[in-house]
């Protein structure tokens, strides 16, 4: 007999947003109609017609796109489990990128949905609301650029490397006059491309230490279980097997960068062939694809995905 496959489970973050995501598993299967609804109840306010309709800039808001990501990506989750009737892989690993690590807790069991939920909303106006208390800052994609050489950058304008996505696809933030100035080193050292994110200000930096302080806060009155998955934390690349470490994960990576090609790779040294996107979009599908070729990856963000992947699942690696 062969050996089982063995699986990572991975969660997107902040980016992965669309108006439309989440409605065909909202209209087909009574479990993800039931996590919008609740998600709905827990918020105040119709978070599920916000992601069906939009408006966009709305749904890009810093202090929605995160609850909005995590309950789409929690009711793919719950629909693939509930009707592969057994046959889902189980993860022996999970991960998320940013925000998508408290989805990764939810799936972990570490937390329930409803306080996922809530802790996103609550990481989002508190990233938000610090970003407004500081000089006017952002995130900016560099592409192209060895880590090494874009340090130097960073240390010489003031800036901070903070993802670390894929080789040739570095993040860096900081105020937006230090930058310009850092995207303007960056080419004139050999960065093919600059792209600013569309986001409302410096995260993963020291600048949003306020919203580190407001989040310990309310985790700190809160009850997280011990995992019942090893979850790959976003600042160490390393495995959470505590409710304390993961709860002091929480808080560091809101000021901190997100490693996530070495968490891919650390996956993978631990024999993680197969990593299952779940969620919006297929922004962490191209990133394991550039970190490495040889494994294989699968994004579930509908019904036709979901059922795809159950009919597949007794390949091997």
Not at 19 to 35: C, H, P, Q, T
């Amino acid at each position: 007999m062969d050996e089982p496959i063995k699986v990572a489970y991975v969660f997107p973050g902040q980016g992965s947003q669309w108006v439309g995501m989440g409605r065909d598993l909202y209209e087909n299967f009574d479990s993800a109609r039931a996590i919008f609804e609740q998600a709905n109840e827990i918020l105040g306010f119709s978070l599920s017609q916000l992601c069906f309709e939009g408006p966009e800039d709305e749904l890009r808001l810093t202090i929605n796109a995160q609850p909005a990501i995590l309950t789409a990506s929690f009711a793919c989750l719950k629909v693939a489990l509930d009707e592969s009737g057994g046959r889902m892989p189980p993860p022996a690993l999970v991960a998320g990128h940013s925000l998508g690590e408290y989805t990764a807790l939810a799936a972990a069991g570490v937390i329930d949905f409803p306080t996922a939920v809530y802790l996103a909303r609550e990481r989002g106006r508190l990233m938000h609301e610090a970003s407004g208390l500081c000089q006017p800052g952002g995130m900016v994609a560099i592409i192209g650029l060895d880590e090494a050489v874009l340090k130097e950058v960073c240390d010489e304008t003031g800036t901070w490397i903070t993802n670390v996505n894929c080789p040739g696809q570095l993040v860096i933030s900081g105020t937006k006059e230090n930058l310009f100035e850092a995207m303007r080193l960056a080419k004139a050292r050999g960065a093919y491309h600059t792209v600013p994110l569309q986001v409302s200000g410096p995260f993963h930096t020291s600048l949003i230490q306020s919203a580190a302080d407001g989040m310990a806060k309310i985790v700190a009155d809160l009850h997280f279980n011990e995992p019942a998955i090893p979850i790959i934390a976003n600042t160490t690349a390393q495995p959470m097997t505590t409710a304390k470490m993961i709860k002091e994960e929480l808080l560091r990576q809101i000021c901190n960068g997100i490693q996530w090609q070495r968490s891919v790779e650390y996956m993978i040294a631990k024999g993680i062939c197969r990593f299952i996107e779940i969620g919006p979009g297929k922004v962490l599908t191209g990133l394991i694809k550039r970190i490495n070729q040889n494994v294989k990856t699968v994004n579930i963000n509908d019904v036709q995905a979901i059922r795809n992947l159950i009919q597949m699942n007794g390949a091997s690696c």
